[in-house]
T-cell receptor, first 114, second 111 residues
Framework: DTGVSQDPRHKITKRGQNVTFRCDPISEHNRLYWYRQTLGQGPEFLTYFQNEAQLEKSRLLSDRFSAERPKGSFSTLEIQRTEQGDSAMYLC????????????FGQGTRLTVV | SQQGEEDPQALSIQEGENATMNCSYK?????LQWYRQNSGRGLVHLIL?????REKHSGRLRVTLDTSKKSSSLLITASRAADTASYFC???????????FGTGTRLTIIP
């Protein structure tokens, strides 16, 4: 297993367009997290899944954001009608036993909205 | 919202010196974790310390936790150029199922 992978690594989009990111966690990990990180800041929690169930969403996750993990494996994060303020690094992480164990992060998807 | 605050925000030292970073947090925690992030990359887990532990070592890393002061420190001994990165503490508050990150310390090792 090569760890957590995210696709694409970089995305430039025009304001108002929709974008979708994909995360493939480590295969035996049932917990998957999405975070957002802006320049000079620490990652901020967006949402997490236990298998296919989305158990918590941050207030940061507006109605334009939706995340899925349909079969409890890979996950997608979609942003509709992107705004310049959505420009950030979107990080995915997975863990074997929730927050009692270390989180493995992907390399992130850097989104630039122009 | 960010629960932790790292101090200092930035630190530059000569290669071979020790680097110490501090983290303060606000609420009671289950555990505290330190992560490293190289520029523009994902985060790499360094060490996890549970609320009932006071000190932990891993190679050149030493982490302490003082729950009465709600603070933790990360010491990197005999620093190397490859240690140049941002370091974040992340807490797991009691009853919570997510990591809450601080604002990070930017460490620069001067060769």
């Amino acid at each position: 297993d090569t760890g957590v992978s995210q696709d694409p690594r970089h995305k430039i989009t025009k304001r108002g367009q929709n974008v979708t990111f994909r995360c493939d966690p480590i295969s035996e990990h049932n917990r998957l997290y999405w975070y957002r990180q802006t320049l000079g800041q620490g990652p901020e929690f967006l949402t997490y899944f236990q298998n296919e169930a989305q158990l918590e969403k941050s207030r940061l996750l507006s109605d334009r954001f939706s995340a899925e993990r349909p079969k409890g494996s890979f996950s997608t994060l979609e942003i509709q009608r992107t705004e310049q303020g959505d420009s950030a690094m979107y990080l995915c992480a997975s863990t074997e036993r929730g927050v009692a164990t270390e989180a493995f992060f992907g390399q992130g998807t850097r989104l630039t909205v122009v | 919202s960010q629960q932790g605050e790292e101090d200092p925000q930035a630190l530059s030292i000569q290669e071979g010196e020790n680097a110490t970073m501090n983290c303060s947090y606000k609420t009671s925690i289950n555990n505290l974790q330190w992560y490293r992030q190289n520029s523009g990359r994902g985060l790499v887990h360094l060490i996890l310390i549970r609320s009932n532990e006071r000190e932990k070592h891993s190679g050149r890393l030493r982490v302490t936790l003082d729950t009465s002061k709600k603070s933790s420190s990360l010491l990197i001994t005999a620093s190397r150029a490859a240690d140049t990165a941002s370091y974040f503490c992340a807490t797991v508050p009691f009853g919570n199922e997510k990591l809450t990150f601080g604002t990070g310390t930017r460490l620069t090792i001067i060769p």
